[in-house]
């Protein structure tokens, strides 16, 4: 078993920025590819990024390419989601998913462990 929690999340302004952070204890962090994805009102959940096992693949959705960021420090068990230039279409909660398959993926159908997620509002 795999517990993940997140925070960050918060109210703030077009272009601000907020960093994400998901905490993972349990099965060794180390081993598992871990994932952002969000979900906003009235739509599905949606993949936003991914990093592998390493640190060494980083991966993102094209609506947030260029402006977010995601990293891992295994040594805290922790992955982070450095969101710069912020716009309203951000607005969602953002969870954190972990799996531990060969390779990461953007599927939502992989990831096996997820957080409760934290709430991202961006007002205009």
């Known amino acids: 078993q795999v517990q993940l929690v997140e925070s960050g999340g918060g109210l703030v302004q077009t272009g601000d920025s907020l960093r994400l952070s998901c905490v993972a204890s349990g099965r060794t962090f180390s081993s598992a590819h871990m994932a952002w994805f969000r979900q906003a009102p009235g739509n599905e959940r949606e993949f936003v990024a991914a990093i592998a096992r390493s640190g060494g693949r980083t991966y993102y959705a094209d609506s947030v390419k260029g402006r977010f960021a995601v990293s891992r420090d295994n040594a805290k068990n922790t992955v982070y989601l450095q969101m710069n230039s912020l716009k309203p279409g951000d607005t969602a909660v953002y969870y954190c998913?972990?799996?531990?398959?060969?390779?990461?993926?953007?599927?939502?159908?992989?990831?096996?462990?997820w957080g409760q997620g934290t709430q991202v509002t961006v007002s205009s």
């Open positions: 998913a972990a799996d531990f398959s060969t390779y990461p993926s953007n599927r939502l159908s992989q990831y096996d462990y």
